[in-house]
């Protein structure tokens, strides 16, 4: 496989909603930095219960001309700690083969999460494929609206996003009825709990519904960046090789460049976590 990379374009929008977020997108024509509090909408997606995936539905996600388009947070580096990080995105969508698009995590169980995480969301899942004749397919598929595909696939995303969601709004409004699993201890809510709420209700549903779009299309192949930095680049290669040797020895293997995570856990526990951690209530003396 050649190690030589392509002149194609490539155009990576990162999402934020603070001037911290924004001042953290990396520098270059290849990036450019998304406001969420500053795009063009209908009036019906114009809410923060979109979350990030209000993008994907905006005039602004249509105004790019490269080749390759890419998507993610500006909590990249912090969500996804290892490398490959942010800033190398472009570089490798160069190297990428015929009909290959990048997602940094991949999932093909990804609908059996959807429900462990948030019950009833299958439901809403099932009917959308059936309503869009599409096909649950057991494809690797990015997490999070993560990923650089080439520019034909982009737009038949958002297309295809605008419609699901659509359908979805006229059938239950902005409440699609599913709820939130707290990931410590299982207990059931409406309103969610830490870090994840209510409050991105459809956001998170739009995340799966990118999810499903790529699942029915087994004619785009995901893979990670790291893999293909490991397949473009010697040193790379090298030094997985040298890390796999020192962790099969016990030898401790150096976290170089790691940004502190973003993890499901983070943000105050829920009232069932606060109810399994508090000591038993003693007895009354008889």
Known sequence: MSRVATARTVHVFVAGHTDEM???VPKGDEFEAVDLRALTLAPRFDSNAFAEARFLLSLEARDVQAEYVGFCSANYDRKFP??????ALPRLARHLQPCEALGTKLATDWLAE???QHPGMTAVLQRVATQFGLRMLPERVPYANTLVCHRDDWFRLLDALHSMLT???DWYGPRSPFRYRCLRCGTLSDTGHGRYTHERHIGYLAERLTMLHFASR???RFVTPKAVRLRTSRVARARSQLYTLMRARGIPVPQLGRAPSV???DGPRCPGCVAQAAPPAHAAPD
């Open 263 to 265: 993890s499901p856990l």
């Open 114 to 116: 959807a429900e462990s």
């Open 22 to 24: 924004l001042s953290t």
């Open 82 to 87: 290892k490398p490959p990080h942010l800033n």
């Open 218 to 220: 087994p004619d785009i």
């Open 167 to 169: 359908a979805v709004l």
